[in-house]
Nanobody, 119 residues
Framework: VQLQASGGGLVQAGGSLRLSCAAS????????MGWFRQAPGEERMVVAA????????YYTDSVKGRFTISRDNAKNTVWLQMNSLKPEDTALYYC?????????????WGQGTQVTVSS
């Protein structure tokens, strides 16, 4: 199983980024997908999650109204649209897959993509 995350970068506060995660080696539509982040000195935490058919989503409180998670099962891809970014969103972002919606310890992890928001 491979989860290839991309789309991170450096952006000014108030800006936007769109993260992508392309999955392979698994039956994508059987899995809920999530985005986690880990800032230096902090624990990894779930930011957003989406169930297998996209009809259920979860967002941590700090990103509600700013981030949107979506997926396309035909493309084996999940996205995280991040708007109105804040310096506190700076972290290494990971995508993850699990059959449960949504496990704090998902079965599969992708490599991280760095998001840095400057003030």
């Amino acid at each position: 199983v491979q989860l290839q995350a991309s789309g991170g970068g450096l952006v000014q506060a108030g800006g936007s980024l769109r993260l992508s995660c392309a999955a392979s080696g698994l039956t994508f539509s059987n899995f809920a997908m999530g985005w986690f982040r880990q800032a230096p000195g902090e624990e990894r935490m779930v930011v957003a999650a989406i169930n297998w058919n996209g009809r259920s989503t979860y967002y941590t409180d700090s990103v509600k109204g700013r981030f949107t998670i979506s997926r396309d099962n035909a493309k084996n891809t999940v996205w995280l649209q991040m708007n109105s970014l804040k310096p506190e969103d700076t972290a290494l972002y990971y995508c993850a897959a699990d059959t449960a919606f949504f496990s704090p310890r998902p079965t599969y992890w992708g490599q991280g993509t760095q998001v840095t928001v400057s003030s």
